[in-house]
C-alpha cells in the first residue's frame, strides 16, 4: 500500500497501541528487553541507545510505531532507526528510503541509511528464477546485517530489534528443511539472538502473525511501502511464501503457521537443554577437544562439541558438509587420525584428543 497521503504518525502509533500493545508480543525479547534496560539505569549511568531496523514495509513500521509508542515508562525513545538502501529496485528503492525517512522525521527519531555499493541491474518485479542478474538472497542478507553491525559498533549500541512476524518462522522452517538443517538451524528467527561481540538481536513480533499487523496497521490510519520483487519468484522464500505456505496450510486444514510456530519453540528448548549438556562436559579447551568426556555419549553432544572446535579454528577451516560427517565418525572412534581441513591444515587425533596442525 503505497500512497501520497502522510499520515500524523504519531496519531497512527496511538492508534495502533489500541489494538496491538506489548502485551501481545513475545515474552522472551520483551522480558530481555526490560532487563537489559533495568541493568543499565541501576548502574547510574544513561541507559545506551537502541536501534531497529526498518524497510518501510508493513512489519517493521508496526514494530517502529508500537516501540515508539510504548517508549515513555518503558524503554524511552532515545534509539536509532536504521533502514539499509540494496539498490536493486532504482526508484522504489529510493522511494523506500524516502518513505522511512519521513516516518522517522515525523516521530521525531534518527534516522540512519546505508546503501549497497554492490547494487546490480535493476529487478523486475515479476523477475523469474532464470533472472540471475542479481544478487542471491545469502548475499542480500550479509549486506544488510553488516550495515547493521558497522553502525552498531559505531554507535556503541547493543541491542537491535528486527520486526519478524509468525509467518517468517514458517518460512525460514521450510527454507531450511530442503537444504537439512538440525534443531539449532529450526528454531530460528529466535526472539533473543544473543553475538559473541556482545550484540543482542531481539524479534518481538513472532507472537503476530502478518494478517493481523497489516489490519491492525489499516485500521489505524498507516500506510506503508510493498516490495514489488515479493510478487516474483526469483528468490527462495517467494516462492516458499507465494506457492507452498497457502498449499501447506489448505493441506493441513488447520493453522500451520501456529503450528510452525510451536514447534520452532520446542526446538529451541531442546537446543538449549543440548548446549547446556556441552557446557557442563568443558570439552574444548585451549583449542583442542578432549575426547574423553564424550565416549558413549549420543551422537547429537558430540556433534555440537566438534562444531564448537571448529569455531575455536574457524579461519583454518574449509570442510563441507560431507567432511564434516567424516570428522565426526573419526572422533566418535577416537583413533588416531589425520584430517585435513583445507589449504591451512589438518585435524589430529592423538593422545585422546583433537587438535589442529597448520600444513
Same mark, same amino acid.
Given at each position: 500500500?503505497a500512497?501520497k497521503k502522510?499520515p *500524523?504518525w @504519531?496519531?497512527?502509533?496511538?492508534a495502533l497501541?489500541?489494538?496491538?500493545n506489548?502485551?501481545?508480543?513475545?515474552?522472551?525479547a520483551?522480558?530481555?528487553a526490560?532487563?537489559e534496560?533495568r541493568?543499565?539505569?541501576?548502574g547510574?549511568?544513561k541507559?545506551?541507545?537502541?536501534?531497529?531496523?526498518? @524497510?518501510?514495509?508493513? *512489519?517493521?513500521?508496526?514494530?517502529?510505531?508500537?516501540?515508539?509508542?510504548?517508549?515513555?515508562?518503558r524503554?524511552?525513545?532515545d534509539?536509532?532507526v536504521?533502514?539499509f538502501?540494496?539498490?536493486l529496485?532504482?526508484?522504489?528503492?529510493d522511494?523506500?528510503? $524516502?518513505f522511512?525517512?519521513?516516518?522517522?522525521a +515525523?516521530l521525531?527519531?534518527?534516522?540512519?541509511?546505508g546503501?549497497w555499493?554492490r547494487?546490480g541491474?535493476?529487478?523486475h518485479?515479476t523477475?523469474?528464477?532464470k533472472?540471475r542478474r542479481t544478487? @542471491? $538472497?545469502?548475499?542480500?542478507r $550479509?549486506?544488510?546485517?553488516a550495515?547493521?553491525q558497522?553502525?552498531?559498533k559505531?554507535?556503541?549500541i547493543r541491542?537491535?530489534?528486527?520486526?519478524?512476524?509468525? +509467518? +517468517?518462522?514458517a518460512?525460514?522452517?521450510?527454507?531450511?528443511?530442503?537444504r537439512g538443517?538440525?534443531?539449532?538451524?529450526?528454531?530460528a528467527p529466535?526472539p533473543?539472538?544473543?553475538?559473541? *561481540?556482545?550484540r543482542i538481536?531481539?524479534?518481538?513480533?513472532?507472537?503476530?502473525?502478518k494478517?493481523?499487523?497489516?489490519?491492525?496497521?489499516g485500521?489505524s490510519? &498507516?500506510t506503508?511501502?510493498? +516490495?514489488?520483487s515479493?510478487a516474483?519468484?526469483?528468490?527462495?522464500?517467494?516462492?516458499?511464501?507465494r506457492?507452498?505456505?497457502?498449499a501447506?496450510q489448505k493441506?493441513a486444514?488447520?493453522d500451520?503457521i501456529g503450528?510452525?510456530?510451536?514447534?520452532?519453540e520446542?526446538?529451541e528448548e *531442546?537446543?538449549?537443554?543440548? $548446549?547446556?549438556w556441552?557446557d557442563?562436559?568443558?570439552?574444548?579447551r585451549r583449542g583442542?577437544?578432549d575426547l574423553?568426556p564424550?565416549a558413549?555419549?549420543?551422537v547429537?553432544v558430540?556433534r555440537? &562439541?566438534?562444531?564448537?572446535?571448529l569455531?575455536?579454528?574457524?579461519?583454518?577451516?574449509?570442510? @563441507?558438509?560431507q567432511g564434516?560427517?567424516?570428522?565426526?565418525?573419526?572422533?566418535?572412534?577416537?583413533a588416531?587420525?589425520?584430517?585435513s581441513?583445507?589449504?591451512?591444515?589438518?585435524?589430529?587425533?592423538?593422545?585422546?584428543?583433537l587438535?589442529?596442525c597448520?600444513?
Amino acid at each position: 500500500m503505497a500512497t501520497k497521503k502522510h499520515p *500524523d504518525w @504519531s496519531a497512527v502509533a496511538e492508534a495502533l497501541v489500541k489494538r496491538i500493545n506489548h502485551g501481545q508480543l513475545h515474552p522472551t525479547a520483551m522480558q530481555r528487553a526490560l532487563a537489559e534496560h533495568r541493568r543499565e539505569c541501576r548502574g547510574g549511568g544513561k541507559p545506551s541507545r537502541w536501534a531497529l531496523a526498518f @524497510s518501510g514495509g508493513a *512489519d517493521s513500521l508496526a514494530l517502529l510505531l508500537i516501540f515508539w509508542a510504548e517508549g515513555p515508562g518503558r524503554w524511552g525513545r532515545d534509539f536509532v532507526v536504521m533502514h539499509f538502501n540494496h539498490r536493486l529496485r532504482g526508484r522504489a528503492a529510493d522511494g523506500d528510503e $524516502e518513505f522511512c525517512r519521513r516516518v522517522c522525521a +515525523d516521530l521525531g527519531v534518527r534516522f540512519v541509511v546505508g546503501r549497497w555499493n554492490r547494487a546490480g541491474r535493476a529487478l523486475h518485479p515479476t523477475a523469474g528464477p532464470k533472472a540471475r542478474r542479481t544478487p @542471491s $538472497e545469502a548475499q542480500l542478507r $550479509e549486506a544488510r546485517l553488516a550495515f547493521f553491525q558497522r553502525e552498531m559498533k559505531k554507535r556503541r549500541i547493543r541491542l537491535l530489534w528486527l520486526a519478524h512476524q509468525r +509467518d +517468517d518462522i514458517a518460512e525460514t522452517m521450510l527454507m531450511r528443511l530442503a537444504r537439512g538443517s538440525g534443531a539449532s538451524g529450526l528454531a530460528a528467527p529466535r526472539p533473543v539472538q544473543e553475538f559473541t *561481540d556482545g550484540r543482542i538481536f531481539l524479534r518481538p513480533m513472532l507472537t503476530l502473525k502478518k494478517e493481523e499487523l497489516v489490519l491492525a496497521l489499516g485500521q489505524s490510519g &498507516a500506510t506503508w511501502r510493498e +516490495d514489488a520483487s515479493n510478487a516474483g519468484t526469483l528468490h527462495f522464500r517467494n516462492r516458499i511464501r507465494r506457492q507452498v505456505v497457502p498449499a501447506w496450510q489448505k493441506a493441513a486444514g488447520r493453522d500451520a503457521i501456529g503450528g510452525a510456530a510451536l514447534t520452532r519453540e520446542l526446538l529451541e528448548e *531442546d537446543d538449549a537443554a543440548l $548446549e547446556s549438556w556441552v557446557d557442563r562436559l568443558r570439552a574444548v579447551r585451549r583449542g583442542k577437544l578432549d575426547l574423553g568426556p564424550l565416549a558413549g555419549l549420543p551422537v547429537g553432544v558430540v556433534r555440537r &562439541a566438534l562444531h564448537r572446535w571448529l569455531l575455536v579454528v574457524r579461519p583454518h577451516t574449509d570442510l @563441507s558438509r560431507q567432511g564434516f560427517e567424516l570428522l565426526l565418525g573419526a572422533v566418535r572412534r577416537g583413533a588416531p587420525t589425520r584430517f585435513s581441513l583445507g589449504r591451512s591444515g589438518f585435524a589430529v587425533i592423538r593422545k585422546g584428543c583433537l587438535a589442529f596442525c597448520k600444513a
